[in-house]
């Protein structure tokens, strides 16, 4: 009785706190016009707030990629934890059989045994049978939760608050119908065919999303453990603080190469891939897909989702800070193309879509670009085009490769079967 009690003003309070963020943000206007885009500057990726060119590696890691970083934790996305907390992984289930034996399916929980209500991280993970050696992983968060992303009805049911366009949930709660229901995001047997493991989770298993979601997530029930106070980092700074306990789990597992872990992120979620792989340079390789406002595309432009509409629409999602810049994005020290470059010299895949224009392409492209030099320092390739590729036409012979794609906000087979082949290409 207190239990569901507890279930239903939660949830309802979770309800009411998005849907009126949300009809706020509604009042905002959108700029979806080219000409109508604020003259902006974007800061030198190679230039140090103390005026000094970056000209070496060695500058551009001990001087400006800590400052970069530092500017981000600040003004955007939170701070990360600078202590380690126990972690336990425990195996509980193996199915050696999966996708018509072509696989072997294992579910692995990642609890903290030194906090009693911290939340625990469910990793549903696919490695091919029969592979020679260590395997290439991709890595990702879901949406709405292990089961969504497959038909087999034995994986997890997800128990943690999941967003309300997720099908097949009841006051955000996944049931049974939500199997499934994101399976053509998740081409596993294809990527398995390929020779790839996959790694997902539940982003909800970390924070729920939604402004007080810090509350029963890892920044609320851990702040003690981790040195760190909830408003001093993000939403996105805890779901990608999770990625990195996934990649602890990685690193101990001989069946998978630790070096060889593609990070990717659709949308919300590519935002989060973007800054752990920032924070957290064990991930080989970063795919943003459709990453849009606070991930791959350019804040200074303006363009479709500005700073003020994501800060209304999800408060939690940055820091305090990121919400002065609201009417003001020329006063922002940092642009998305300085996250970007802090996967350099790691290989780095910026998708958009064509339909997409809340996410600005542009912005995405022009961001993506905006990295050459700092790929150059390392004698590593950058896009060397100045201009937008057509659509459907991956651009990017090097170590940083872009596409948009025809079609809506989404990751779709097209979009793996480019990610695929751009990661066969650098790790032959
Ligand atoms: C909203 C939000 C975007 C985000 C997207 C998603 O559209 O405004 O910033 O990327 O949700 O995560 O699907």
New binding site residues.
């Given amino acids: 009785m207190k239990k569901s009690f507890f279930y239903s003003s939660f949830f309802i309070k979770a309800f009411l706190l998005t849907v009126g963020h949300r009809l706020l943000?509604q009042t905002i206007p959108v700029n979806y016009d080219e000409v109508a885009i604020p003259a902006y500057t974007l800061p030198d990726p190679l230039t140090a707030l103390n005026g000094k060119k970056i000209s070496n590696i060695n500058d551009w890691q001990n001087l400006r990629r800590p400052e970069i970083m530092q500017l981000f934790a600040e003004h955007v996305y939170g701070k990360m934890p600078a202590k380690t907390v126990a972690t336990h992984f425990e195996t509980t289930s193996t199915t050696p059989n999966a996708l018509n034996g072509l696989a072997t399916r294992q579910e692995i929980t990642i609890s903290f045994p030194e906090v009693s209500n911290a939340p625990r991280i469910y990793v549903l993970v696919y490695l091919p049978n029969g592979a020679v050696g260590k395997v290439p992983a991709f890595l990702g968060l879901n949406?709405c939760g292990n089961q969504c992303i497959s038909p087999d009805s034995t994986i997890r049911l997800s128990g943690s608050y999941a967003?309300d366009?997720c099908r097949g949930f009841v006051k955000n709660q996944a049931t049974e119908a939500s199997r499934a229901s994101q399976a053509d995001r998740w081409p596993v047997e294809m990527l398995i065919k390929q020779g790839f493991a996959v790694a997902t989770a539940h982003y909800g298993d970390l924070e729920p999303d939604f402004s007080e979601g810090w509350k029963t997530g890892i920044r609320g029930t851990m702040a003690e453990e981790l040195g760190l106070q909830p408003a001093e980092w993000s939403a996105i700074g805890a779901w990608a603080w999770g990625l990195s306990r996934i990649m602890d789990w990685i690193v101990q597992t001989p069946a998978l190469n630790a070096k060889e872990v593609a990070l990717v992120g659709?949308?919300?979620?590519?935002?989060a891939a973007l800054w752990a792989g920032a924070t957290d340079q064990r991930f080989g390789m970063v795919i943003s897909n459709?990453?849009?406002?606070?991930?791959a595309a350019l804040a200074k432009r303006e363009f479709g989702?500005t700073v003020k509409?994501?800060n209304t629409?999800?408060p939690h999602?940055f820091v305090e800070k990121f919400k002065t810049y609201n009417q003001n994005t020329a006063a922002l020290p940092v642009d998305q193309h300085l996250l970007l470059s802090l996967i350099a010299p790691r290989p780095l895949y910026v998708a958009s879509a064509q339909d997409d224009r809340?996410?600005d392409p542009k912005g995405e492209f022009l961001a993506t670009q905006a990295t050459a030099p700092v790929y150059e320092l390392y004698g590593k390739t950058g896009l060397k085009t100045s201009e937008m590729p057509p659509v459907d036409q991956p651009t990017g012979n090097g170590s940083v490769r872009y596409h948009i794609r025809t079609g809506k906000?989404d990751i779709t087979r097209y979009d793996w079967e480019q990610y695929v082949q751009f990661v066969k290409e650098l790790w032959p």
């Fill in positions: 943000a949406f967003p366009f659709h949308s919300r979620l590519g935002k459709n990453s849009g406002e606070g991930g989702e509409h994501i629409t999800f999602w809340w996410a906000h």
